[in-house]
Structures are given as C-alpha cells and as structure tokens.
C-alpha cells in the first residue's frame, strides 16, 4: 500500500517562529488533508490540498502531486498551534478512503 | 448544529465483554468511516460505509464488526476477539469524494 512518511517527527519552537513541515507520499493521490489533532483529541481540518497552493490565515499549504509532496507552512506560531499535525492522503483510483502518516508534534514555547 | 457526535467519550471494557461506540451524523453525508489510533501513532482504517446498507473492511477489520442501517448512524462494535482493544476510536464521515470530518473520539480502555 501506499506510504506517507512525515517530518519532522518533532518539532520545538518558540512563539513567533515560523516552521514547514513536510509531507511525503509514494504513489498517486485524488486527495490529501491536513489536520491538526489537539490535546482532547480532536482532528481539525486544515487543508483539503490534492494539489496547488493555499492558505489560510498564519498556514498555508502546497501540494505538489507530481512529486509526491505537500509542505504545511505555520508562520508566526502560537502556543495554540501545538499538537500533532498529520498528513492524509486518498490513493489514486482507491475507496476514498485517508491513509494517515505518523504525525509531527509541535510544540510552541512561550 | 451540524456535525458528528461520538459517545460516550470514555469507555471500561472488562476482558470478554463486548462494546458498541455510538456515531451519529446529521451532515446529510452517505460515507462514513472508523479509525483506531494508538499512542503516538496515526489513525488506522477500521471500517468504512459508502451507503446504507453495505459497509467494507479497513487495514485493521479483525475483532470489529459495524452496521449501517441509517444514513445518519455507523455504531462500532469492539468484540472479545479483539485482542487489544485499548485504543482512541474517531468517526469520521464525508460527502462521496470530499473531505473528511471526524468526531472527537471515544477512549477505550480494557480492565
């Protein structure tokens, strides 16, 4: 199946600092996600991105099918961004169904 | 409002018992999926359902049965041939091809 690989695995900032995290994928994809998963749990939709650019406020996001990455950038950070952001894809002619990677964790500092 | 609720947000299993996780959407969404995650992991597929009445098997299906008799409705059952149970469970679901919105999870954990 399909591997999504994810990094960094870790990630320490403190407030104000901007990051890319980057996400790696091995075969074609109809759909990719970002979500940030918060400390109760809950997965918050970022970007539905299977290509192009966008962005949203302090992130944006790039997806570049052709090479089978996306970038999730976070400018000037927030102790409110921390948590895990994870990366989903739909592989090319599947069920629909989201192939997750492993997650970063951020941790912003204040 | 519109959204989807999970209950109950933490469940005690005993060993040898049986479980049902509840997901409710009233999104008008005809797909709906379950994911397990594990800590420090991603989610894993569990089971997924792209229309009442039929649902088909994830990466992890072993020990989890589910039904789809409402649209709205895609309840989880964790039985005792699930031989490690402990885990956070999120429902998810989505227009045919569209984005996928969960819900906030149900923690399990076997006693």
């Known amino acids: 199946g399909i591997q999504v690989e994810q990094s960094p695995p870790d990630l320490i900032l403190q407030e104000g600092a901007n990051s890319t995290l980057r996400c790696n994928f091995s075969?074609?994809?109809?759909?990719l996600q970002w979500f940030h998963q918060n400390p109760w749990g809950q997965l918050i939709n970022l970007f539905y991105?299977?290509?192009g650019t966008k962005q949203n406020g302090r992130l944006s996001a790039t997806t570049v099918a052709t090479e089978r990455y996306s970038l999730l950038y976070i400018s000037s950070s927030q102790t409110t961004d921390s948590g895990v952001y994870f990366c989903?894809?739909?592989?090319?002619?599947?069920?629909?169904?989201?192939?997750f990677g492993s997650g970063t964790q951020l941790t912003v500092l204040p | 409002d519109g959204g989807i609720t999970q209950s109950p947000k933490y469940l005690f299993r005993k060993e040898g018992q049986n479980v049902t996780l509840s997901c409710e959407q009233n999104l008008n969404h005809d797909a709906m999926y379950w994911y397990r995650q594990d800590p420090g992991q991603g989610l894993r597929l569990i089971y997924y359902s792209q229309i009442v009445n039929d649902f088909q098997k994830g990466d992890i299906a072993e020990g989890y049965s589910v039904s789809r008799e409402k649209k709205e409705s895609f309840p989880l059952t964790v039985t005792s041939a699930q031989k490690n149970p402990t885990a956070f469970y999120l429902c998810?679901?989505?227009?045919?091809?569209?984005?996928?919105?969960f819900g906030p999870g149900t923690r399990l954990t076997v006693l």
């Open positions: 075969d074609s994809v109809n759909n």
């Open positions: 991105i299977p290509s």
């Open positions: 998810a679901s989505s227009k045919r091809g569209d984005t996928q919105y």
């Open positions: 989903a894809v739909v592989v090319s002619g599947s069920a629909r169904q989201l192939t």
